[in-house]
């Protein structure tokens, strides 16, 4: 499903160079839980940004589904991305200006879903996800945990083949970490792939694969001794 | 999708309640500014654009040449119309309008219906052809039929409601103490806005017929406006230079027949009657015409205020979309197109000036009743704006809001939409372009907009300043005679008054409340007359166009003009009536004479020359606007042709004399209204167009730097936000409260003193050429410039401070600890 081959980032400010990533070969197959793990500044982040289309590669190559992304231009990359990728991050990253229901909604609006689909989808994702009653709440009205419900909806509202968590349970507490992750797994066994970065062992213990990062390269990779 | 923009664009805005506000109020009075001197500008240009074929309808007005100096004058012979008439095919129609003064504002007529006496202010004579040429609106009669027979009179409905009420007014007789007139029509004074301003005309065949011969031949008395209306088609240079080939000739015939020697020569320049209303360089025009420069300098006033709260609303929104970047990125990572985004912001933008641009319609709306008493005008935004004839402008304006708006939303759209959604997600704001990489919140196009709005508002800051000190200046300037405490009668209209005329100023004399009494044809202030003299001996005469006052006995005594050389005009030993004439120094300069007093003059008078002799010269006194210098005047001692009577009173005294003015009027002139005004009054208001330029220029001013204000409070809050953190770390490190925001404010004197120097540079050349259009006017002095900018300075700064002192306060913890 994705395939990078000696792929390498670097970042330009004036006359710094930063290597953020370096030569970095990497396969994921459809299913597949891979938690990326590494010390704070090692490119975890920057791996799963590139993998999501939403950054560009310096040189090496990057495959999705067989498509070389490194060559398409920003509309094919976005096109790719909505149709195929959802996000959940760290900071939740929900629109304020939106409600629970808009904030869900709005991957399947810049699809192109007709309204009356989007509310039939909508309304029952926020039902599994048990918050239906707060729908119409703005994110500012919302715990850490309820936020981050509402952005794993928003991520898989659209049937995502990839899900990328970027420390997903990263500001919550354990009790709504757990949910999260819960989610996250079930979620895999339905079929969706997932990339999660995290810090964290217990977060990592629900992935069937480990890459770990340092210095921007993969220094190992195991398979999770708990699967 | 559309929907869910405009509904996320008011979220938006009502999050962010105190940008929006600032945002609004700014632009909405940017715009109500903006709209209210575009209606004054349409208002004026409209000026006699309305006629029917106005493009072939010129005036007449006459130029005289004498050894280089040129006068210019709107008044032509009577007996033009009669030449186009018959000597010109080309011409469709010619007609004229006799001049009535328009400086006078209490010259007003009596007529008398069913012994009832009503007052019309202005009635003027003119011929059959008025009508056809400038096609008022009749509510009662035809404009083809008016005005061909003698003894007719067409009257305004407004004159018509007040004499006849609902009653048709033709066929109605009016008297005035001349004669009785029939009423043929009842036009609409206000269809059209014109240089015209008149409420009755008079048939011109009217005038008796010793006098009407005499102005059919005359090529020298200057009495009328001449209006013609060209075939199509007709080139005006060709034609004028035809006229003036022919009138040259007919001149040069005319003055061998009778023995003139006139020095000089005659121009008749065509003049657009659409061009009219803005010539202010001709002597006798309507004093309504104003110099077109103001109205250009008006117009950049309205596009630098547009100008500044655009600037605002671009700067605000810029500085304000940065802290929306996340959001932006989130979109594109959730597969938004880059025009979906850029649609976005333009609704956003859209909501927000379209929300201004009903504010400031209604602000307009609401302030039209002030603004029309402060431009002496009667505009209304319906029929300006949104009526038949002026849609063309509203559709102008209305565009221009929407390219506010497409502009406005476009330039953070652009700039932001471009961003790399992880960097933004990250938090670094950079943009790729093929110079490199450029940090956004450098800043330098917003600080090169608040530059220009500085230069702006210290500019009109620097030129209040200067106007106003020219306006004191030429209040307190010493005109050469003393003008306080006079009041200015006008005569009645009335031929038994000359009768009762020396018991009416002896009477008014008596009384302890008045200190002396003249009268005169001409006041300073007024209108002064124009006449040919001759002046020396009959073998070496000199033949000129001078100015003229005609004067009553104690006229210079009154206003304390003093004699330099001879005597002043005096009844005994013999009557210095018609035969004495004194001059002013000007006159002595001008005719170069080697001796003055004793020198002969002989002035053209009512079919003789009445000959006389210098007597006396009065020092230079400013009698007409100081915008001129003062010129050549000759005053005659003619007490019966007098249209005035001035009275002085003593200080404190002034209740007094115009209880007993008021009494002897009603004693002398039973059933005739008492017009009178002050004479200081009267000098002022020459200087109306002027005083009206200051109080726009002062409004003005307060509004650019209120808009000017407002955007600098939003981008000083912005830019302290950004700088929150930094500030936190330098208290930790020691620096003061005071220190930190003299830091802040120390940003903007930089740039307040650049655009100082531009704004000084502009101000300068454009004041100067201001007050040389005075010929009396003060020095521009540095301090106004000085001022100007520290004014400036402190309200910039003041803003800044205020703003931050509420952060710089704050605890270091609180600031470092600020997520942006």
Redesign the interface.
């Known amino acids: 499903m994705i395939e990078t081959f000696e792929l390498t980032k670097t970042f ?2 004036e006359d710094i160079e930063t290597i953020a990533l370096r030569n970095v070969s990497l396969k994921v197959e459809k299913g597949d839980f891979l938690a990326i793990m590494g010390p704070s500044g090692c490119g975890k ?2 791996l799963l ?1 590139i993998l ?1 289309m ?3 590669i310096t040189s090496g190559s990057y495959s999705f589904f067989g498509q070389d992304v490194s060559r398409m231009s ?2 094919q990359k ?2 790719l ?3 195929n990728i959802g ?1 959940v ?1 760290q900071n939740f ?6 409600t629970v229901y ?1 904030n869900i909604e ?2 399947l ?3 192109g879903v007709k309204r009356k689909e989007r509310k039939k989808r909508v309304e029952d994702i926020i039902s599994r996800m048990k918050i239906s009653h707060r729908k119409n709440l703005f994110p500012v009205q919302l715990s850490g945990g309820q936020q981050q419900r509402v952005a794993v909806a ?1 991520a898989v509202i659209s049937n995502p083949s990839l899900l990328l968590a970027d420390e997903p349970t990263g500001n919550l507490d354990s009790m709504h970490g757990e949910e999260v992750m819960t989610m996250l797994n079930e979620l895999n066994k339905s079929g969706t792939t997932i990339i999660m970065v995290t810090h964290s062992r217990r977060d990592a213990s629900y992935s069937r694969r480990i890459v770990h990062l340092f210095d921007g390269q993969i220094i190992n990779e195991n398979l999770n001794k708990m699967v | ?1 559309v929907g ?1 923009y405009f509904k ?1 664009g008011y ?2 805005l009502l ?1 962010q309640k105190s940008y929006t506000l600032l945002n609004i109020t700014g632009l909405a009075i940017g715009i109500a500014v903006f709209t209210f001197i575009f209606l004054y500008i349409q208002s004026e240009i409209r000026y006699d654009r309305q006629w029917s074929g106005h493009e072939n309808i010129y005036r007449v007005t006459s130029e005289y040449n004498v050894d280089g100096k040129i006068e210019k004058l709107a008044l032509t012979p009577f007996r033009l119309v009669d030449d186009f008439r018959q000597e010109f095919p080309e011409v469709e129609y010619s007609t004229n309008m006799f001049f009535t003064d328009p400086s006078d504002i209490n010259d007003v007529s009596s007529v008398t219906y069913k012994d009832e006496v009503f007052e019309i202010p202005d009635i003027t004579l003119s011929g059959q052809n008025f009508f056809k040429i400038f096609d008022y609106r009749f509510i009662e009669g035809s404009p083809d039929s008016t005005l061909s027979k003698a003894n007719t009179m067409v009257i305004s409905s407004s004159i018509a409601k007040e004499i006849f009420g609902n009653e048709t007014a033709i066929g109605k007789k009016l008297s005035t103490v001349v004669r009785e007139y029939t009423v043929v029509g009842v036009f609409e004074k206000k269809c059209r806005p014109t240089h015209h301003n008149f409420d009755a005309i008079v048939s011109v065949s009217s005038i008796e017929k010793k006098g009407f011969d005499r102005l059919k031949k005359d090529w020298y008395w200057l009495t009328c406006y001449t209006y013609i209306k060209l075939q199509n088609e007709v080139n005006i240079e060709d034609f004028a230079f035809k006229f003036n080939e022919y009138a040259n000739n007919a001149r040069a015939n005319s003055s061998r027949e009778e023995n003139l020697n006139i020095d000089g020569y005659f121009t008749n320049n065509f003049e657009p009657v659409s061009d009219v209303h803005f010539n202010t360089e001709l002597q006798y025009d309507s004093p309504t015409n104003i110099d077109v420069t103001y109205l250009y300098i008006f117009g950049i006033i309205a596009a630098f205020i547009l100008l500044t709260a655009s600037i605002n609303y671009i700067n605000l929104a810029t500085a304000r979309s940065l802290k929306r970047a ?2 932006i ?10 025009r ?1 985004l850029i649609f976005q912001y333009i609704s956003e933008s859209l909501i927000l000036t379209f929300i201004s641009f009903i504010l400031a319609m209604s602000l307009v709306e609401f302030l039209m009743p002030q603004f029309n008493q402060l431009v002496g005008k009667d505009l209304t935004l319906v029929g300006s704006i949104f009526s038949g004839e002026g849609i063309f402008f509203g559709i102008i304006l209305f565009l221009m809001i929407l390219v506010l708006a497409l502009v406005g939303g476009s330039f953070p759209a652009y700039i932001l939409t471009s961003f ?4 933004v ?2 938090g670094n704001y950079f943009i790729s372009s093929r110079f490199g ?1 450029q940090q956004f919140s450098a800043g330098l196009i917003r600080r090169f907009l608040v530059t220009v709005q500085y230069v702006v508002s210290i500019g009109m800051i620097i030129s209040t300043f200067i106007i106003y000190a020219q306006m004191d200046f030429l209040k307190s300037h010493d005109l050469g005679f003393e003008e306080d405490n006079i009041v200015v009668i006008n005569t009645p209209h009335d031929s038994t008054f000359k009768q009762r005329f020396n018991k009416f100023l002896k009477t008014l004399d008596k009384d302890n409340s008045v200190s002396g009494v003249t009268s005169a044809h001409n006041v300073p202030g007024y209108t002064a007359g124009k006449m040919l003299f001759y002046i020396g001996d009959t073998s070496e005469q000199n033949i000129q166009t001078l100015n003229f006052y005609g004067i009553g006995y104690n006229y210079f005594e009154l206003l304390k003009a003093p004699l330099i050389q001879g005597r002043y005009f005096s009844c005994s030993p013999s009557d210095d009536t018609l035969s004495s004439y004194i001059i002013n120094e000007a006159a002595v300069e001008f005719l170069n004479l080697d001796t003055v007093i004793g020198t002969s003059i002989n002035i053209a008078y009512e079919d003789k020359l009445e000959g006389g002799k210098i007597v006396g010269v009065v020092k230079n006194f400013n009698f007409s606007s100081l915008h001129k210098d003062v010129e050549p005047l000759v005053f005659l001692l003619n007490p019966r042709q007098s249209r005035y009577v001035l009275v002085k009173y003593k200080d404190n005294a002034e209740e007094a004399a115009m209880q007993h003015i008021n009494k002897v009027w009603k004693k002398f002139n039973e059933g005739s209204f008492l017009h009178y005004t002050l004479l200081e009054t009267k000098l002022e208001s020459l200087y109306h167009g002027d005083k009206k330029m200051l109080s726009l220029f002062i409004y003005f001013s307060v509004f650019v730097i209120f808009i000017s204000s407002l955007g600098l409070y939003g981008l000083s809050s912005f830019l302290i936000q950004h700088r929150t953190k930094e500030i936190g770390i330098r208290r930790i490190l020691g620096g003061s409260e005071k220190q930190i925001m003299m830091m802040l404010a120390m940003v903007y004197l930089r740039i307040v003193l650049f655009a100082g120097i531009i704004a000084s540079v502009i101000v300068y050349f454009l004041m100067s050429n201001w007050l040389d259009t005075f010929a009396y006017h003060i020095t521009i002095n540095g301090w106004y410039f000085v001022a100007g900018i520290l004014i400036t300075f402190l309200i910039s700064t003041g803003t800044v401070l205020i703003r931050s002192f509420k952060v710089v306060h704050e605890s270091p913890s609180v600031s470092l600890n600020y997520a942006g």
Request: no cysteine; glycine share 6%; net charge positive.
């Open positions: 330009k400010a982040t920057t940004n999501g939403i950054d560009n920003e509309k976005t096109e991305r909505k149709r996000f991050f990253n929900l629109i304020e200006e939106l808009e709005l991957p609006q810049y699809l928003r | 999708m869910n996320i979220r938006v999050r996340k959001e990125g989130i979109r594109k990572v959730m597969g938004a197109f880059k979906q790399n959604p992880a960097s997600l990250k990489k």
